[in-house]
Nanobody
Framework: QVQLVESGGGLVQTGGSLRLSCAAS????????MNWFRRAPGKERELVAA???????YHTSSVKGRFTISRDDAKNTVYLQMNNLKPEDTAVYYC?????????WGQGTQVTVSS
């Protein structure tokens, strides 16, 4: 079993920054990819960024140049640094661990960007 706990969400003005954290615990050795998803009101959940355990990263086009996914293996934590935030980034952000027998999700953290 893997437990994921997100933190770092909040309310920020347009152009501001936030850093989300996702701390993993339990059987983390099986995790091969850590992902950040988001779900905006009235929209489908979308993949925002991912990082493979060898360090390869992916960022969806709408956040490239603004968001950066990174990891600290010593802390079993994945981060999403979000800069130059826009109102359309408002969503609940979830981290997801894949590669184990089951996929695991965190509880989500709300990010609200005011215009």
């Amino acid at each position: 079993q893997v437990q994921l706990v997100e933190s770092g969400g909040g309310l920020v003005q347009t152009g501001g920054s936030l850093r989300l954290s996702c701390a993993a615990s339990g059987d983390t050795m099986c995790i091969s990819v850590m992902n950040w998803f988001r779900r905006a009101p009235g929209k489908e959940r979308e993949l925002v960024a991912a990082i493979v355990n060898v360090g390869t990263t992916y960022h969806t086009s709408s956040v490239k140049g603004r968001f950066t996914i990174s990891r600290d293996d010593a802390k079993n934590t994945v981060y999403l640094q979000m800069n130059n935030l826009k109102p359309e980034d408002t969503a609940v952000y979830y981290c997801k661990a894949t590669g184990c027998e089951y996929d695991y999700w965190g509880q989500g953290t709300q990010v609200t960007v005011s215009s």
